[in-house]
C-alpha cells in the first residue's frame, strides 16, 4: 500500500491497481490475487476450504456452549476467554479421527476419553476447576472430596445439537450439607451425551466451576 499525490482524484480500478481514499490520504495498493469462485472450486484451495469449515464449527459449538452458561462464566473475570475456548474447542476436534478432514467434529471429539479430559480441564479465567475438589459424576451420582469446602452445587446439564448449533439445558441447585455424595436426575435420553457443567458456591460466591 503507498500513497499519491495528485491533482486528479482517482477512485477504483485502473489495470492491476486499486485506488481509494483512507484516512483523509489517497491510496494505492495492488489488485487482491483472491478470487472467491476459485476458492470455493479450484484444487488449490481444497485445504484451505477445509480448515475454513472446521473452524467455522469449532467457533459455533464454542459460542452456542459459551451462551448456554454465559450467566457463570461472565463471572471468571476474562475478556479473552471465547478465544481461549474455542482453541480448546479446536484441539477436541483434532481428536476426531473417524471424520475425513474438513468434517471433523466437536461432537467425535467429545465421545473419545481425550476429548472429555480436556475439556474438563478447562480453567475459566480466575476460579478454580471443580476437578481440584475431587468431584465426579458416575451414574447420575456427584461424588465430593473429604476437603470440598463448598455449601452449594449448582449443576447444569446441557444437550448440544452439534448441527443446527443450539442448545438445551436443565439446571439444579443442590446444597451439599457436608454429604460426600448426592443423586441427581438426568433429564434427557440414555441415547443422547449431555455435558455437565458445575459451579460450586460458598457463602454465596463462587468459588469453582468447570466440566465434569
Not at 161 to 170: G, H, M, N, V
Amino acid at each position: 500500500m503507498a500513497t499519491y499525490e495528485s491533482l486528479i482524484k482517482i477512485k477504483g480500478t485502473v489495470g492491476g491497481l486499486v485506488f481509494y481514499e483512507l484516512n483523509g490520504k489517497n491510496v494505492v495498493r495492488k489488485k487482491s490475487g483472491f478470487n472467491k469462485t476459485a476458492f470455493k472450486k479450484s484444487p488449490a484451495y481444497e485445504k484451505v476450504r477445509q480448515n475454513s469449515s472446521e473452524f467455522g464449527h469449532c467457533s459455533k459449538t464454542g459460542k452456542v456452549i459459551r451462551t448456554a452458561l454465559d450467566a457463570y462464566i461472565r463471572q471468571a473475570g476474562d475478556p479473552l476467554l471465547y478465544q481461549q475456548f474455542a482453541k480448546v474447542m479446536t484441539e477436541i476436534k483434532n481428536l476426531d479421527l473417524i471424520s475425513e478432514r474438513g468434517k471433523r467434529t466437536v461432537k467425535k471429539g467429545l465421545e473419545t476419553e481425550q476429548g472429555k479430559a480436556l475439556l474438563k480441564a478447562f480453567t475459566f479465567g480466575t476460579k478454580a476447576n471443580p476437578g481440584s475438589e475431587m468431584i465426579m459424576i458416575k451414574n447420575n451420582t456427584i461424588h465430593f472430596g473429604q476437603n470440598c469446602s463448598a455449601e452449594e452445587a449448582v449443576i447444569v446439564t446441557l444437550k448440544i445439537d452439534f448441527e443446527k448449533y443450539t442448545a438445551d439445558s436443565i439446571e439444579k441447585s443442590i446444597p451439599i450439607n457436608q454429604h460426600d455424595e448426592i443423586n441427581f436426575e438426568n433429564h434427557f435420553l440414555e441415547t443422547e451425551i449431555p455435558i455437565y457443567f458445575m459451579v460450586l458456591k460458598k457463602n454465596g460466591d463462587i468459588t469453582h466451576m468447570g466440566f465434569v
